[in-house]
């Protein structure tokens, strides 16, 4: 098909588009919108469009979003048992573990369980948790004091 006139690059997946692009060999395009999509590239010619390229796809992942504070936490005891349950937040970015924080250090990882339970020597208590995921960490809630006699 004679000289090369320009390019085109479809797209398809998360959007489906076409941009026409010209006479280049590179190009940029800011705000990819998050999903997965395949792209293929055929050159335009005096008498219209050539095959297009192999399919290349790539995944544009979403912005990175640490949780926020867990919510309706609740610290209880029956006799040495303690009993700490949560909600995740339903805002911020998802909770993919938690923490169980005693005077504010973290001794307990509960592998994304929202209840952890067990005995306990006496002493008082001073408990709260925090969300994590791989952008961070949330605020930690309220302490909640309980005392064992």
Do not use: H, K
């Not at 792209?39 to 008498?47: A, D, L």
Request: charged share 15%.
């Amino acid at each position: 098909g004679g000289p090369l006139v320009g390019v085109r690059l479809l797209v398809s997946g998360a959007a489906e588009t076409v941009l026409s692009l010209g006479r280049v060999s590179q190009f940029r395009f800011d705000g990819v919108p998050p999903g997965t999509y395949t792209f293929r590239i055929p050159p335009e010619g005096p008498s219209g469009p050539g095959a297009p390229s192999a399919a290349v796809t790539l995944t544009f992942p979403g912005t990175c979003q640490r949780p926020d504070m867990p919510t309706w936490f609740t610290a209880g005891r029956s006799d040495r048992r303690l009993t700490l349950r949560w909600e995740p937040s339903a805002t911020g970015g998802a909770a993919t573990d938690y923490e169980v924080l005693l005077n504010g250090v973290p001794v307990v990882t509960t592998g994304g369980a929202r209840e952890v339970s067990g005995e306990v020597g006496p002493g008082t208590y001073a408990l709260a948790i925090r969300a994590v995921n791989g952008c961070g960490l949330s605020e930690a809630t309220p302490i909640q004091t309980v005392t064992v006699p």
